[in-house]
């Protein structure tokens, strides 16, 4: 029998949010301008849940100690300051998260996305007065997952203990802070995780869509 959970918080990107299209035209935007080969849609699905770091360091074939990796990486920011609005939310995610306002049913966002990009995200979809919290690096001294100070920081939020909480993400930084929180975890396989990646992880549940999530609550 699947276990219930009163509060469940969930990843950004790979998660709620299909960030890919937005990530694979402002990579190739930045590759054309530095006269790189561009890549594939499934090169930055493979990659994405990493961060924008692991983008730079893939497309560009450095490491991050590379004198110019920054500069690359704040330019890719830059061209994805102009289309992050576009991203578009994993079928059957607006539904699901209806579903737990209507039912009372806390839920959070935590996120590795910079503040600044996740906020407006967040307000576009009216997320900022649906969820109880929403965590970004900024809020608990730029830390990032998988440590687990961003979900401490949400569930500090809520009166519900931490056995009835699960957190829910698509990348093994996503499981290894909710092990480093002492929480539950599922992996979302509709995600940008591939098949062998998501193998050598031991999350509490898996889930194939965000509606499977409807046993956990």
């Not at 890719?76 to 209806?98: A, C, H, Q, R």
């Not at 970004?136 to 009835?164: C, H, N, W, Y």
């Not at 930084?173 to 539950?184: H, Q």
């Not at 599922?186 to 995780?193: K, N, R, S, T």
């Amino acid at each position: 029998m699947q276990k219930k959970y009163k509060c469940l918080l969930f990843d950004l990107d790979g998660t709620l949010l299909d960030t890919a299209p937005e990530f694979l035209t402002c990579l190739n935007t930045l590759l054309k301008k530095n006269k790189k080969h561009s890549v594939t849609y499934d090169f930055v699905r493979n990659r994405v849940s990493d961060g924008v770091g692991r983008l730079i360091q893939d497309s560009f074939i450095i490491d991050e100690i590379h004198p110019e990796f920054e500069h690359f990486r704040q330019n890719l920011l830059i061209e994805y300051s102009k289309n992050y609005l576009d991203s578009k939310t994993f079928p059957g995610v607006d539904e699901f998260l209806n579903v737990l306002s209507k039912n009372k049913i806390d839920w959070m966002i935590v996120t590795n996305k910079p503040k600044k990009f996740s906020q407006e995200i967040c307000e576009k979809f009216n997320w900022h007065k649906q969820a109880t919290t929403i965590v970004s690096p900024e809020d608990v001294d730029g830390k990032r997952k998988p440590d687990p100070a961003s979900l401490d920081a949400a569930l500090a939020k809520t009166s519900i203990k931490k056995e009835q909480a699960i957190y829910i993400g698509d990348n093994w930084r996503d499981i290894k802070a909710a092990n480093n929180s002492g929480i539950d975890s599922a992996l979302a396989m509709y995600g940008y995780i591939d098949k062998k990646d998501a193998s050598l992880l031991k999350p509490t549940s898996k889930i194939n869509q965000i509606k499977d999530l409807k046993d956990f609550i």
